[in-house]
T-cell receptor, first 113, second 113 residues
Framework: AQSVTQLGSHVSVSEGALVLLRCNYSSSVPPYLFWYVQYPNQGLQLLLK??????LVKGINGFEAEFKKSETSFHLTKPSAHMSDAAEYFC???????????FGSGTRLQVQP | GAVVSQHPSRVICKSGTSVKIECRSL??????MFWYRQFPKKSLMLMAT?????????EQGVEKDKFLINHASLTLSTLTVTSAHPEDSSFYIC?????????FGSGTQLSVL
């Protein structure tokens, strides 16, 4: 079985500040890990994913995430928040070849001017 | 990427009626589509995997007779919520897989009165 925990349903940062969205997972096999973003009235868009190899993964819009096996974490970061980053962010995990994903409950990011 | 269109975006219906939600892959022939459900302030939960030309695979706890899935062509999968009740009110979202990535529709908000 696999599960995803996102700490903090709401995160608020100032424009230009560091963004840190936390994600911890559990998986009985080496996981594939994903971060998705959902803007209002839109579908989910893939930000980045980790499958194998380098544990620091860079995605779109300046986001990156680091897979830490010892901590079972895959936190999402961005050095400097922009107003356009305000959205809902979902962490997700899949087990190897299983294509369906298990999602976390999401974190709503607010960016204050 | 892949363009996924989901319709309708929002539907309100009376208790006891059936509602059909369409998921179209506009630029890609998808042999497999996934249907997810999202409760308020909760994560997306996989309901079923829709397979073109064959029966859908339902996740544990999902009623097959309640949530009818038809994947009659490579570009269209439908989810029919039969005899809807207020507890079926939720956000339903579909996705297709292309090149080991999932692409999502914009979702359907179902409200059952």
């Amino acid at each position: 079985a696999q599960s995803v925990t996102q700490l903090g349903s709401h995160v608020s940062v100032s424009e230009g500040a560091l963004v840190l969205l936390r994600c911890n997972y559990s998986s009985s096999v080496p996981p594939y890990l994903f971060w998705y973003v959902q803007y209002p009235n839109q579908g989910l868009q893939l930000l980045l994913k980790y499958t194998t190899g380098a544990t620091l993964v860079k995605g779109i819009n300046g986001f990156e995430a680091e897979f830490k096996k010892s901590e079972t974490s895959f936190h999402l970061t961005k050095p400097s928040a922009h107003m356009s980053d305000a959205a809902e962010y979902f962490c997700a995990v899949s087990q190897g070849g299983r294509r369906a994903l298990t999602f976390g409950s999401g974190t709503r990011l607010q960016v204050q001017p | 990427g892949a363009v996924v269109s989901q319709h309708p975006s929002r539907v309100i219906c009376k208790s006891g009626t059936s509602v059909k939600i369409e998921c179209r892959s506009l630029d890609f022939q998808a042999t497999t589509m996934f249907w997810y459900r999202q409760f308020p302030k909760k994560s997306l939960m996989l309901m079923a995997t829709s397979n073109e030309g064959s029966k859908a695979t339902y996740e544990q706890g999902v009623e097959k007779d309640k949530f009818l899935i038809n994947h009659a062509s490579l570009t269209l999968s439908t989810l029919t919520v039969t005899s809807a009740h207020p507890e079926d009110s939720s956000f339903y979202i579909c996705s297709v897989e292309k090149d080991e990535k999932l692409f999502f529709g914009s979702g359907t908000q179902l409200s059952v009165l």
